[in-house]
């Protein structure tokens, strides 16, 4: 078990606020995920990924992808407060779920 976060690098997110979306994704994802599944993860570790992602389009493509699998995700939209516009989409997580699944979705990128 897995999830697999994927982080825009095309808009200039400064460390902390790339943490911050990370986290949100992370969080907003595993609230998605059946409570088995949830579970499962918490017992293997809560094991992470975060991978680059460069553009909306295609964490938008990715969402599709995790959604016809059948997986949980989620898509996050900053609020506007800080660095970026409100609305701007800055991650994505796919998961928890089998780690063959999450990449079946995200196994192409590269880690952030």
Same mark, same amino acid.
């Given at each position: =078990?897995?999830?697999?976060?994927?982080?825009?690098?095309?808009?200039? =997110?400064? !460390?902390?606020? %790339? *943490? *911050?979306?990370?986290?949100?994704? $992370? %969080?907003? #994802?595993?609230?998605?995920?059946?409570?088995? #599944?949830?579970?499962?993860?918490?017992? @293997?570790?809560?094991? +992470?990924?975060?991978?680059?992602?460069?553009? !909306? $389009?295609? /964490?938008? *493509? %990715?969402? &599709? +992808? #995790?959604?016809? !699998?059948?997986?949980?995700?989620?898509?996050?939209?900053?609020?506007?407060?800080?660095? %970026? @516009?409100?609305?701007?989409?800055?991650?994505?997580?796919?998961?928890? #779920?089998?780690?063959?699944?999450? &990449?079946?979705?995200?196994?192409? /990128? $590269?880690?952030?």
């Amino acid at each position: =078990m897995k999830q697999a976060i994927v982080a825009r690098t095309d808009i200039g =997110m400064g !460390e902390g606020k %790339l *943490a *911050a979306q990370v986290a949100h994704a $992370s %969080l907003s #994802a595993y609230q998605d995920a059946g409570r088995r #599944a949830r579970k499962k993860w918490q017992g @293997e570790g809560q094991k +992470k990924i975060v991978l680059k992602g460069d553009s !909306e $389009s295609q /964490l938008f *493509a %990715l969402a &599709d +992808k #995790a959604d016809t !699998e059948g997986l949980p995700y989620a898509i996050v939209r900053d609020a506007g407060h800080t660095q %970026l @516009e409100p609305g701007t989409v800055t991650a994505l997580a796919v998961g928890p #779920a089998r780690d063959d699944t999450v &990449d079946r979705v995200t196994g192409d /990128l $590269s880690l952030y």
